[in-house]
């Protein structure tokens, strides 16, 4: 079965610093998507990036970038020039590229605090 | 695009009544939903799927008969906590998958307290 692992329960950055949270995952899959997902207070849960197993190319989204490592099964979430609405608890999601009803398996959550 | 509404946002029903919860899909047609509960500051956990005109698939662990989902059309789900606890107090999530498309849109949730 596939597993998401995000080893740090907290992190804080300083406003305007860069931040990178860390997600690893498990999967004997070739194809797959990944997802950042945050969620703020509100608990309003809102995509912040998508990649793409088969694409080398990171992606990016404005202050918001990837460093996928599909060797590695490695999927950190660097985020730029951090605001305060940034502080939110971030998820990191996986899903099979062919799996019915396109189960997505989360992570157990990264807290983001931004400090002004 | 890809605007899920939940409804009520709000819940507050005594024990043992039931509460009804829905899940819309604004802007487009959701083939698949699906139902999550999340306690605080923890993850989602994936409840049940639903695919419109066919019956929910459970995850292991989750009651078929406390949790009645219905996926009556291609915008629409709906999930009812049948006789509700105070354990089944909790937040709610429903999203929806476009279909052939690979991301999910999550509704705003639905807070349940049983009293």
């Known amino acids: 079965a596939q597993t998401v692992t995000q080893s740090q329960p907290e992190m804080s950055v300083q406003e305007a610093e860069t931040v990178t949270l860390s997600c690893t995952y498990d999967?004997?899959?070739?194809?797959?998507?990944l997802f950042w997902y945050k969620q703020p207070p509100s608990r309003q849960m809102i995509l912040v990036i998508r990649?793409?197993?088969?694409?080398?190319q990171n992606a990016t989204e404005n202050r918001f970038s990837v460093n996928f490592q599909k060797a590695a099964k490695s999927f950190s979430l660097k985020i730029s020039d951090s605001q305060l609405g940034d502080a939110a608890m971030y998820f990191c999601?996986?899903?099979?590229?062919?799996?019915?009803?396109?189960?997505?398996?989360f992570g157990a959550g990264t807290i983001l605090r931004v400090k002004s | 695009g890809a605007v899920v509404s939940q409804h009520p946002s709000w819940v507050i029903c005594k024990s043992g009544t039931s509460v009804k919860i829905e899940c819309r899909s604004l802007?487009?047609?959701?083939?698949?939903m699906f139902w999550y509960r999340q306690f605080p500051k923890q993850s989602l956990m994936l409840m049940a799927t639903?695919?419109?005109?066919?019956?929910?698939?459970?995850e292991q662990g989750v009651e078929k008969d406390k949790f009645l989902i219905n996926h009556a059309s291609l915008t629409l789900s709906t999930l009812t906590v049948t006789s509700a606890h105070p354990e089944d107090s909790s937040f709610y999530i429903c999203?929806?998958?476009?279909?052939?498309?690979?991301?999910?849109?999550f509704g705003p949730g639905t807070r349940l307290l049983v009293l």
């Open positions: 639903s695919n419109e005109g066919s019956k929910a698939t459970y």
């Open positions: 802007d487009f047609q959701a083939t698949t």
């Open positions: 999601a996986y899903r099979p590229l062919m799996e019915y009803g396109n189960k997505l398996v």
């Open positions: 999203s929806a998958n476009l279909a052939g498309r690979e991301t999910q849109y």
């Open positions: 999967t004997s899959e070739s194809d797959y998507y």
């Open positions: 990649q793409e197993a088969y694409k080398q």
